[in-house]
């Protein structure tokens, strides 16, 4: 069946460190891509974007690809920091059906 | 800054209550949506509303309704608590499609 999910559940990092995170999704009609930040106690928060006609996309510290030919999906953070601790959760839009699905989401802790 | 707020952080009810989760953003959003959040799993959408007193279901819409009667305004009821309701929901809201919600805190929900 079609679903966004995640490849690993939790991720811990050194402080400093590089973090990647991947999610797969199962349907190449997907148009866009979103990654969610949720912090303890909080709601998700938009972090980045990416349209299905691109590759990568870079914001502040964090850089979305995107591989159409596997159905991955990846968020990594340069110079990952505590205040990254959170759950990252992918989520996929198809434009023809006004469908958004969800995945599980990865805990990243980061190490001082 | 967009605010959507949650009436309550946590709940805690008996099977069979009838309980009401309200949900109040302040940026004259059209569109509102109500999901509940379940560990392992995406969101998953129960209800969303385009406009006042307007209602779509969701992918997960049994044993809850909705009330839109104010714009700002978007409460999910649950007619009669059952112990499989008890999870984290979570209220966004959007001006243009879903992909640009805003995700209130969350009501974490127990019913026992």
Same mark, same amino acid.
């Given at each position: @069946? ?34 969610? +930040?949720?912090?303890?106690? +909080? ?10 006609n691109? #590759?990568? =996309?870079? @914001?502040? =510290? ?5 591989? +159409? ?14 205040? #990254? ?8 839009? =198809? ?5 958004? =699905?969800?995945?599980?989401?990865t ?6 | ?9 946590y *709940?805690?009810?008996?099977?069979? %209550? $009838?309980?009401? /989760? ?18 392992? !799993?995406? *969101?998953?959408?129960?209800y969303?509303?385009?406009?006042? $007193? ?7 819409? %049994?044993?809850?309704s909705?009330?839109? %009667? $104010?714009?700002e305004?978007?409460? &999910?009821? &649950? %007619? ?9 929901? *979570? ?8 992909e ?8 974490? /929900?127990?019913v !026992?």
């Amino acid at each position: @069946g079609e679903s966004v999910g995640l490849h690993l559940p939790t991720l811990s990092v050194q402080e400093g460190d590089n973090s990647i995170i991947n999610c797969a999704y199962s349907n190449s009609a997907s148009d866009y891509f979103i990654w969610y +930040k949720q912090e303890s106690g +909080k709601g998700p928060q938009f972090i980045i974007d990416i349209r299905s006609n691109m #590759d990568k =996309r870079q @914001g502040q =510290r964090v850089t979305v690809l995107l591989n +159409k030919t596997v159905k991955h999906l990846s968020l990594q953070i340069a110079a990952t920091q505590p205040g #990254d601790s959170a759950v990252y959760f992918c989520a996929e839009i =198809r434009y023809n059906n006004n469908d958004m =699905r969800f995945g599980a989401g990865t805990r990243l802790t980061v190490k001082p | 800054d967009v605010k959507v707020t949650q009436s309550s952080r946590y *709940l805690v009810k008996r099977t069979g %209550e $009838k309980v009401f /989760l309200e949900c109040v953003q302040d940026m004259d959003h059209e569109n509102m949506f109500w999901y509940r959040q379940d560990p392992g !799993l995406g *969101l998953r959408l129960i209800y969303f509303s385009y406009d006042v $007193k307007m209602k779509e279901k969701g992918d997960i819409p %049994e044993g809850y309704s909705v009330s839109r %009667e $104010k714009k700002e305004r978007f409460s &999910l009821i &649950l %007619e009669s608590a059952s112990t499989n309701q008890t999870s984290m929901y *979570l209220c966004a809201s959007s001006f243009g499609g879903k992909e640009t919600q805003y995700f209130g805190p969350g009501t974490r /929900l127990l019913v !026992l």
